[in-house]
Structure formats: structure tokens, C-alpha cells
């Protein structure tokens, strides 16, 4: 089992749509959880950052985190062609000092 | 501006010979970190530094060597001893604590031919 998984995609939304990321990870003690994003060609830059369980809201993106599910969520709404992207889900893992594991990013399309 | 900068922003080289990829940071990080991105894959951590004079391996240290002198710095050699040399680096630097992100560079794109 990979310690954080992602569904590669990709997926598909129209414009003005919730698109819905979600990423599941092994190590029940993790306690940091980060969504970058990553134009094709470039590095990824910071979306969002969650330590607590429930939702965190940062404009049009919502950060979900379920710890004993083990899984977290990014969720953009109103989505628009140029968040066209693939979205990295990275978790500070029990034990690992400050280095984050990615998982192996979903690819989002949005539509016109 | 504080950033991290990464250079050369394309590198080409022949099968067999050593390269050294600049990492450079001037927001005051005590942490660096090298990744490694291949085509439609996530990162793997290659090595990573908390302190000067101090680094440890990432879970695909092999074929590579990296140094920790100065605070600002962090280059990364990738020997010929790599059978796989060509992907994308990442350099990224975070303040030392587990709620703090990483911030990356903009990356070398490493092809050996």
C-alpha cells in the first residue's frame, strides 16, 4: 500500500462546477496535510494547509480532513478553465522530520 | 524578494558524467530538500538537510550526493553511478516544525543523453 494515494484522473469538470480531489494516506499518527497545485512544466506551488479534523476554507477552496477515515479532500468551487492543473496531495508523515510524501497528483480538466 | 533559486533552469549531459544542480535560498530556511519528479509521476524525496553540516538520505538516494555548508545553500551532484538521470529536480526549503510547508523552486529539467 502507498503511504498517500491519489486517482490519477483526470478529471473532468465543467466550468462553475465543485470539482472534488481526494487523497488517502496509511500512517494514522500523520498530523500535517498540504495540497499543492502544478502547472504542466512548472513546481508546485501551495494551496492549502490542514491540521484538524473538519473543514478549512480559503476562497473558492475548502480543505476536508477525516483522520480516522484517513483521508483529505480539496474541494474548488466555481471551478475555471485556468484551474486546469494537477493537484499534489502531501502529508508530514509520523516519524519523518519535516520532509513531506507526495502522492502522485490528480490531473484536472475544466471545461468550457 | 525571498525566494529559492534554481539553476540552470535546462541542464544536457552525456551518459557518464557527474552533474551539480545549483540550489540557492535566501529565506532564512534551516531546511532543504531535493525531489525528483519523473513524467506523470508525484515527487520522491532524494535527500534532504535540517541543519548545516547535516543531511539524510530521501528514499531514492542512490546515484546521488548532496552538501550542507552554508545555510543558503544546497547542491546537489548526480553521479554517473544514476541509471536514471533524467527528470525534473525540485528544490524546496521549510522552517523546521511539523505545520510548515515547503516552498519550492522552479526546478531543473535534467536530460542525459
Known amino acids: 500500500q502507498k503511504e498517500v494515494e491519489q486517482n490519477s484522473g483526470p478529471l473532468s469538470v465543467p466550468e462553475g462546477a465543485i470539482a472534488s480531489l481526494n487523497c488517502t494516506y496509511s500512517?494514522?499518527?500523520?498530523?500535517?496535510f498540504f495540497w499543492y497545485r502544478q502547472y504542466s512544466g512548472k513546481s508546485p506551488e501551495l494551496i492549502m494547509f490542514?491540521?484538524?479534523?473538519g473543514d478549512k476554507e480559503d476562497g473558492r477552496f475548502t480543505a476536508q480532513l477525516n483522520k480516522a477515515s484517513q483521508y483529505v479532500s480539496l474541494l474548488i468551487r466555481d471551478s475555471q478553465p485556468s484551474d486546469s492543473a494537477t493537484y499534489l496531495c502531501?502529508?508530514?508523515?509520523?516519524?519523518?522530520?519535516?520532509?513531506?510524501?507526495f502522492g502522485t497528483g490528480t490531473q484536472l480538466k475544466v471545461e468550457l | 524578494d525571498g525566494g529559492i533559486t534554481q539553476s540552470p533552469k535546462y541542464l544536457f549531459r552525456k551518459e557518464g558524467q557527474n552533474v551539480t544542480l545549483s540550489c540557492e535560498q535566501n529565506?532564512?530556511?534551516?531546511?532543504m530538500y531535493w525531489y525528483r519528479q519523473d513524467p506523470g509521476q508525484g515527487l520522491r524525496l532524494i535527500y534532504y538537510?535540517?541543519?548545516?553540516?547535516?543531511?539524510q538520505k530521501g528514499d531514492i538516494a542512490e546515484g546521488y550526493s548532496v552538501s550542507r555548508e552554508k545555510k543558503e545553500s544546497f547542491p546537489l551532484t548526480v553521479t554517473s553511478a544514476q541509471k536514471n538521470p533524467t527528470a525534473f529536480y525540485l528544490c524546496?526549503?521549510?522552517?523546521?516544525?511539523?505545520?510548515?510547508?515547503?516552498?519550492f523552486g522552479n526546478g531543473t529539467r535534467l536530460t542525459v543523453t
Open positions: 524546496a526549503s521549510s522552517i523546521p516544525g511539523g505545520n510548515s510547508p515547503l516552498h
Open positions: 500512517d494514522r499518527g500523520s498530523q500535517s
Open positions: 490542514i491540521y484538524s479534523n
Open positions: 502531501a502529508v508530514r508523515l509520523t516519524g519523518g522530520g519535516n520532509k513531506l510524501t
Open positions: 529565506l532564512n530556511h534551516d531546511a
Open positions: 538537510s535540517q541543519i548545516v553540516n547535516d543531511f
